[in-house]
């Protein structure tokens, strides 16, 4: 029998792989008998050149109805909701390196030796400043190429030029790359040739994207499989980016002004993270 192709995000073409497939299933906390029952309900739906976006859609589908945390496997798409512009990422980054004990700065200006910058995030932590890029991207299937870390490492370069002058200033010891999404090759090996520190989909082995935030389940709002769009939107544009600010937060459920039937679905999707 010949195998099923499926088609990536970046248009590439691969062999449907069972053992892949329950393996991402796994990563979200979904138990493994239910993994089963989620790729046999998968394989109905299997046909020549099926997009990876039409399986994702069927095992969100499946879970919801299966009330198991649909909202875990939805993290890659949920990191890509952070849009339209890049700047609830960057409040995201901001209070996911607050999660794991640094005091975080977010919007910083900063002068140069030769310009004046916009710093998306400044980390501290054991005295040492973090200057960090984050790289946003919406659109699924996107890499960030070694020019973002070009110019990541160039913006650093200019600001250690310059020796911190007044309280609000900054002397900067590390840079950092944090983007939503995977790097290209020649990123990497830029990054790792001038010391640029690289935080994104899958990289590095350990203390990579997904693995920060499901450590201590530090889900985005954009997770939740209950609300709307609109309703992302709107707790984003308030600042709330993480599901654990809605935990227990009736002020910022009752923003959303949802019927009770569905403040409750809502509530248990929030415990089940």
């Known amino acids: 029998m010949n195998p099923i192709y499926v088609i990536k995000a970046t248009g590439e073409r691969e062999p449907f792989n069972e053992e892949k497939l329950l393996s991402s299933i796994a990563r979200a906390g979904v138990p493994r008998a239910l993994c089963e029952e989620t790729l046999a309900d998968i394989k109905k739906y299997l046909h020549p050149e099926i997009h990876t976006s039409e399986i994702y859609n069927h095992i969100i589908e499946f879970l919801d109805t299966s009330r198991s945390p649909a909202a875990r496997f939805n993290l890659k798409r949920a990191l890509f909701e952070l849009g339209p512009t890049g700047f ?7 209070a996911l390196l607050k999660e794991h004990g ?3 700065q977010i919007d910083v200006i900063l002068t140069g030796h030769c310009v004046t910058h916009e710093v998306d995030v400044i980390a501290i932590k054991d005295g040492t400043h973090i200057l960090i890029e984050c790289k946003f991207h919406n659109q699924i299937g996107a890499r ?3 020019k973002v870390a070009m110019y990541t490492w160039a913006r650093f370069h200019d600001l250690v030029r310059t020796p911190a002058v007044t309280s609000d200033s900054h002397t900067l010891h590390e840079v950092w790359l944090v983007t939503n999404t995977k790097c290209t090759t020649d990123a990497i090996s830029y990054a790792d040739c001038m010391g ?5 989909w899958g990289y590095p082995q350990e203390g990579n994207l997904q693995q920060l935030v499901e450590t201590n389940k530090l889900y985005p709002v954009t997770c939740l499989s209950s609300l709307t769009t609109y309703h992302k939107q709107l707790l984003l544009s308030q600042g709330f980016v993480m599901c654990k ?3 227990n937060n ?4 009752k923003l959303l002004h949802l019927k009770h039937n569905e403040e409750e679905v809502l509530k248990r ?4 993270l």
């Not at 609830?88 to 901001?94: A, L, Q, R």
């Not at 999707?269 to 089940?272: D, G, K, L, Q, V």
């Open 250 to 253: 009736t002020a910022a459920i």
């Open 88 to 94: 609830p990422f960057e409040k995201y980054v901001g």
């Open 144 to 146: 960030t190429g070694v």
């Open 102 to 104: 640094f005091q975080i």
């Open 269 to 272: 999707e929030i415990e089940s």
């Open 245 to 247: 600010d809605l935990s």
């Open 196 to 200: 640029v520190k690289i935080i994104s």
